[in-house]
């Protein structure tokens, strides 16, 4: 069964601060990883994807991956209230199979 | 505009009744996919197709059907084995090869009577 866990929150912090999301996955096989953010009553839109060790920057988010440890992290920085939100991580399997497996989510609060 | 449809927004079921959660896409994607999401919870796999008239089970399939008979459609029906169909539905869609991203849906809400 493969997994993806993610630490459940809520996690809270003020505004301008730096946010940091972490998952990790199970299936050492993962090739492409995935971050969406929900909010409330919304569907999921993709913010980052990583495939490759290392950081990835896009503006004020910066995903980071480590497939030798099967980690995965998003930092958010100069969090904004509006960033407040579910964040979800997606793992994707290598080979043929290209469907996702998704985390629970960690709720994110920016407090103004 | 290039997106994914769902319709309707919200649909409410009754004890036995079939009912059919419409999905389309113009995005020319080959891959096409439906997942559940309870509260609180990540999303659940219900089935995916990676090509028309082609389809397989996901992780939660059970109580459910799919067709695939044009490479825009891929509507869910939910069936009455299905006993706990309440859930925010949603579909997605993809090119196939590596790091496809799936695009998302605005979603169904389902609620039973």
């Known amino acids: 069964q493969k997994e993806v866990e993610q630490n459940s929150g809520p996690l809270s912090v003020p505004e301008g601060a730096i946010a940091s999301l972490n998952c990790t996955y199970s299936?050492?096989?993962?090739?492409?990883f995935f971050w969406y953010r929900q909010y409330s009553g919304k569907s999921p839109e993709l913010i980052m994807s990583?495939?490759?060790?290392g950081d990835k920057e896009d503006g004020r988010f910066t995903a980071q991956l480590n497939k030798a440890s099967q980690y995965v992290s998003l930092l958010i920085r100069d969090s904004q209230p509006s960033d407040s939100a579910t964040y979800l991580c997606?793992?994707?399997?290598?080979?043929?199979?290209?469907?996702?497996?998704f985390g629970s989510g960690t709720q994110l609060t920016v407090l103004p | 505009d290039g997106g994914i449809t769902q319709s309707p927004k919200y649909l409410f079921r009754k004890e036995g009744q079939n009912v059919t959660l419409s999905c389309e896409q113009n995005?020319?994607?080959?891959?096409m996919y439906w997942y559940r999401q309870d509260p609180g919870q990540g999303l659940r796999l219900i089935y995916y197709?990676?090509?028309?008239?082609?389809?397989q089970k996901g992780d939660i399939a059970e109580g459910y059907s799919v067709s695939r008979e044009k490479k825009e459609s891929f509507p869910l029906t939910v069936t009455s084995a299905q006993k706990n169909p309440t859930a925010f539905y949603l579909c997605?869609?993809?090119?196939?090869?590596?790091?496809?991203?799936?695009?998302f849906g605005p979603g169904t809400r389902l609620l039973v009577l």
């Open positions: 997605a869609s993809g090119d196939t090869g590596f790091g496809e991203t799936q695009y």
């Open positions: 299936d050492r096989g993962s090739q492409s």
């Open positions: 990583i495939y490759s060790n």
């Open positions: 997606a793992v994707q399997a290598g080979g043929s199979a290209r469907q996702l497996t």
């Open positions: 995005l020319n994607h080959d891959a």
């Open positions: 197709s990676q090509i028309v008239n082609d389809f």
